[in-house]
């Protein structure tokens, strides 16, 4: 077996020069910035293996006869390099493939994987628009098309019913926003449109925690009430019936909480009339965006909602989600000032966030 490393400017660069040495049956090890000791020679670092195949020219007979035991982990190893081939990351090969077949692919691939678009979700996109025409310019429109197709959005709070409230509640972890969230919704969905409006706070976990929702409701004129039960909670709702929006915001709950916060779960699901939202920061890693997302599920939020929006250029994770959870995301926070810096969610606007608009999908619309 032969191990050799690559450097150059970038990964794809890197694994071309490989495949050029080692050939197509080349696999990929691992890719990473290069060491400081190396970055002389590149930038990033690649390493590659290339396994002799079955049948292939033996080595030569060394003068002690071989050892079984070294035979069994050599393969090992090969299972194990060509298990990793196949369940990699596609993006380094599949760029380099792109690359030397359809330039405007190529781009697109460097675009959606810059933005943290999940691997498999590029690798999808652009596998089936390079099979679908050997034109480059419908290559290009399928991807933009079937981009939009995975973007799911929906910028409500839930559809309006004759004679009853728009009931949302937001939910999330500690510190993502879901109170200041809240009052730009307020404002946006509330007072803008005219609609009689209540706030409703149930963060009893930070000291004077319904204190800011509080100061909001007075502010905005707006009915407010912070239950300190579930039953005040259900006796809050029934009061205020007649009024056209009404907002709950809920405690910031960390993974030891849950087991606190499934008794709140259970009494939206039961009991709430209306939509609940899961409130996320747009500047976590995916990784931890699923780990939430997993916790909060027991709340069957309807919808997704970010904020931080304006702190990240990785809005792809955000996407990656939306599309895995089958759940549309609804409105972005793009800022602290409220209610300015709050946005519908619309395919337009995330595609602009992913920077696939100059791709030529700003036609994609909401």
């Not at 781009?107 to 652009?126: K, S, Y």
């Not at 809050?236 to 709140?264: C, S």
């Not at 409105?331 to 595609?351: H, N, S, V």
Request: hydrophobic content about 45%.
């Amino acid at each position: 077996m032969r191990i050799k490393s690559f450097y150059a400017g970038t990964v794809e660069a890197a694994v071309s020069l490989a495949r050029r040495e080692m050939g197509a049956e080349a696999m990929l090890v691992e890719s990473r910035r290069a060491p400081l000791e190396s970055r002389h020679l590149g930038e990033y670092e690649v390493v590659c293996a290339l396994v002799p195949e079955a049948g292939s020219a033996p080595e030569p007979e060394s003068e002690s006869p071989p050892d079984p035991r070294l035979a069994i982990e050599l393969a090992e190893m090969r299972r194990q390099l060509d298990l990793m081939s196949r369940t990699i990351t596609r993006s380094a090969w599949s760029g380099t493939r792109w690359s030397s077949a359809a330039p405007e692919l190529s781009a697109w691939h460097g675009l959606l994987t810059a933005a943290d678009l999940d691997g498999e979700i590029v690798a999808q996109l652009l596998d089936g628009a390079g099979r679908a025409s050997p034109d480059a310019a419908v290559r290009e429109a399928l991807v933009a098309e079937q981009l939009g197709q995975r973007i799911l959005v929906d910028a409500s709070l839930g559809a309006p019913r004759a004679g009853k409230p728009v009931i949302a509640a937001l939910v999330g972890a500690p510190g993502a926003g879901k109170t200041a969230m809240l009052a730009k919704l307020a404002v946006a969905c509330g007072l803008a449109l005219r609609r009689s409006l209540a706030l409703i706070s149930m963060d009893d976990y930070r000291v004077a925690g319904a204190d800011q929702l509080r100061s909001y409701a007075a502010i905005l004129g707006a009915a407010f009430q912070a239950p300190d039960n579930l039953a005040a909670l259900a006796q809050a709702i029934a009061e205020f019936r007649g009024k056209q929006l009404i907002l709950i915001d809920t405690p910031g709950y960390g993974p030891r909480d849950m087991d606190r916060a499934a008794d709140l779960a259970q009494f939206l699901s039961k009991h709430l009339d209306g939509s609940t939202h899961l409130v996320l920061t747009a500047t976590m890693k995916s990784a931890d965006l699923k780990s939430v997302a997993e916790r909060f599920e027991i709340f069957h939020p309807s919808s997704l909602m970010f904020t931080r929006v304006d702190e990240t250029r990785s809005f792809g994770t955000a996407v990656s989600l939306s599309a895995a959870l089958e759940k549309p995301i609804s409105f972005l926070g793009t800022g602290q000032q409220i209610p300015e810096d709050l946005e519908g969610a619309t395919k337009a606007r995330i595609l602009d966030l992913l920077g696939a608009s100059s791709n030529g999908s700003a036609r994609l619309a909401a």
